[in-house]
T-cell receptor
Framework: DGGITQSPKYLFRKEGQNVTLSCEQN?????MYWYRQDPGQGLRLIYYSQIVNDFQKGDIAEGYSVSREKKESFPLTVTSAQKNPTAFYLC?????????????FGPGTRLLVL | EDKVVQSPLSLVVHEGDTVTLNCSYE??????LLWYKQEKKAPTFLFML????IEKKSGRLSSILDKKELFSILNITATQTGDSAVYLC?????????????FGKGTLLTVNP
């Protein structure tokens, strides 16, 4: 099946620990995005990438890092510098940069701090 | 800085009612406005609007964009309990060579039987 997968569904982080959220797509989309959603808030953009080996900071990039070594994969690392990481994280992809295409979302990962 | 404001933030109606959700925006280089429905997990796409005054319809849902006044509305007629969700509005900024979406906070719609 074509689509975007995120894993794990739930993730628990201890204080001072880095954790990595996985996002994989087999839609052959060029662009991929990471969003964070807090209760009562809309989605806020963390990082995005429109081509392999290149990515840009979104609105709330501090405390996060990403890589885009392969077109299909865009993992997000939540570092210990992110002081309030508890949130719902959504990955998305879209077909082509610069064209008016919608973004397709993965099922999300809920991160909880112990 | 791009800005998207949705209103109301929450709304409770009875089945059969008609609702109108609002989205106003400020963006440097507007390309499109999108509406999503979010139930428990990932948002699902509803509409993409790029031109003023052209209504898009899908069943009981419809949406229209006013690029002069910088807003969009999403209408749902004859609401059903299955319409209960958060409705998200997002605006695509096409400035430079990078394209990204800015989301509003969403409108939580609750449809009671």
């Amino acid at each position: 099946d074509g689509g975007i997968t995120q894993s794990p569904k739930y993730l628990f982080r201890k204080e001072g620990q880095n954790v990595t959220l996985s996002c994989e797509q087999n839609l052959n989309h060029d662009a991929m995005y990471w969003y964070r959603q807090d209760p009562g808030q809309g989605l806020r953009l963390i990082y995005y990438s429109q081509i392999v080996n290149d990515f840009q900071k979104g609105d709330i990039a501090e405390g996060y890092s990403v890589s885009r070594e392969k077109k299909e994969s865009f993992p997000l690392t939540v570092t210990s510098a992110q002081k309030n990481p508890t949130a719902f994280y959504l990955c998305a992809s879209s077909p082509l940069q610069g064209l008016q295409e919608t973004q397709y979302f993965g099922p999300g990962t809920r991160l909880l701090v112990l | 800085e791009d800005k998207v404001v949705q209103s109301p933030l929450s709304l409770v109606v009875h089945e059969g009612d008609t609702v109108t959700l609002n989205c106003s925006y400020e963006v440097t280089n507007f390309r499109s406005l999108l509406w999503y429905k979010q139930e428990k997990k990932a948002p699902t796409f509803l509409f993409m609007l790029t031109s003023s005054g052209i209504e898009k319809k899908s069943g009981r849902l419809s949406s229209i964009l006013d690029k002069k006044e910088l807003f969009s509305i999403l209408n749902i007629t004859a609401t059903q309990t299955g319409d209960s969700a958060v409705y998200l509005c997002a605006v695509e900024d096409g400035g430079g060579s990078n394209y990204k979406l800015t989301f509003g906070k969403g409108t939580l719609l609750t449809v009671n039987p």
